[in-house]
C-alpha cells in the first residue's frame, strides 16, 4: 500500500498561471481532504470530500476548486495562481466509517511557491 | 474564530524531561481529540487520540489528559528523547463518517541532548 500519494512535490508559478495538485490513497477510504500549512497557522481546510460525489467548502477555499474524480482521487486547482497561495499543501483521507476513529492519513505535501 | 487554541507555540526540554502541550476547544459538541506528529518534510500522522468518555489515555511514554468540564486536554511526553524533535497539533472533531478535522495551530518541540 502506498498510502496518500501528492504530485507534485514542488512548483513554482508565476502571478496568474494555473495547476491542479493531484492527490490518490489506495486505502479504499470514503473521505478525502485538502489542507494548507503556513508557519504559525497550523492546518487549515481548504476543501473536503465526505464521499464519492461530494465536496465541501472548508475554512479557506477561495482561489481553489477541487474535483472528486472517483474514490481513489481528490485534485485541488488553483485557477489563477497569487503570491498569498505560497504553501504546502497535504492531502488526507479517511476511513469514515461509523465504527472507527476519524484517523486521517495524510500524504507527504506539495510546497507551492508563486512568484 | 479559533475553534481549538494550543499553547505553547514553541517548547525546548532536555532529554529525559517531561513535554507538555495544552489545548482547549470551544465547541462541545466535538467528541474526537486526536494528536498529531510531524517531522520536517513530512506529513503529520497520528500519534494518539481520546474520546471523552475517558479523562486520560496512554501509549508508551505519551498520554493525553482530558477535562471534559474545562474543555481542555493535554499532551504529555514522558522521558523526552531527540527524536521526539517534532511539531506537534491538537485538533478535534465531532466522530462522524466525513467530519473534517479542526487543528490547533503547532508546538514545535525541541529536545535537547
Known amino acids: 500500500n502506498a498510502g496518500v500519494t501528492q504530485t507534485p512535490k514542488f512548483q513554482v508559478l508565476k502571478t496568474g498561471q494555473s495547476m491542479t495538485l493531484q492527490c490518490a490513497q489506495d486505502?479504499?477510504?470514503?473521505?478525502m481532504y485538502w489542507y494548507r500549512q503556513d508557519p504559525g497557522m497550523g492546518l487549515r481546510l481548504i476543501y473536503y470530500?465526505?464521499?464519492?460525489?461530494?465536496?465541501d467548502k472548508g475554512e479557506v477555499p477561495n482561489g481553489y476548486n477541487v474535483s472528486r474524480l472517483n474514490k481513489r482521487e481528490f485534485s485541488l486547482r488553483l485557477e489563477s495562481a497569487a503570491p498569498s497561495q505560497t504553501s504546502v499543501y497535504f492531502c488526507?483521507?479517511?476511513?469514515?466509517?461509523?465504527?472507527?476513529?476519524?484517523?486521517?492519513?495524510f500524504g507527504p505535501g506539495t510546497r507551492l511557491t508563486v512568484l | 474564530q479559533q475553534q481549538v487554541k494550543q499553547s505553547p507555540q514553541s517548547l525546548i526540554v532536555q532529554k529525559g524531561g517531561i513535554s507538555i502541550i495544552n489545548c482547549a476547544y470551544e465547541?462541545?459538541?466535538?467528541?474526537?481529540f486526536p494528536w498529531y506528529q510531524q517531522f520536517p518534510g513530512k506529513g503529520p500522522a497520528l500519534l494518539i487520540a481520546?474520546?471523552?468518555?475517558?479523562s486520560e489515555k496512554k501509549e508508551g511514554r505519551f498520554t493525553i489528559s482530558f477535562n471534559k468540564s474545562a474543555k481542555q486536554f493535554s499532551l504529555h511526553i514522558m522521558d523526552s528523547q531527540p527524536g521526539d524533535s517534532a511539531t506537534y497539533f491538537c485538533?478535534?472533531?465531532?466522530?462522524?463518517?466525513?467530519?473534517?478535522?479542526?487543528f490547533g495551530k503547532g508546538t514545535t518541540l525541541s529536545v535537547s541532548s
Open positions: 488526507a483521507s479517511t476511513a469514515a466509517s461509523h465504527s472507527s476513529y476519524n484517523e486521517q492519513f
Open positions: 486505502m479504499n477510504h470514503n473521505s
Open positions: 470530500s465526505a464521499s464519492e460525489g461530494t465536496t
Open positions: 481520546i474520546r471523552p468518555d475517558v
Open positions: 465547541n462541545t459538541a466535538f467528541d474526537y
Open positions: 485538533a478535534a472533531s465531532m466522530n462522524q463518517a466525513g467530519t473534517a478535522l479542526i
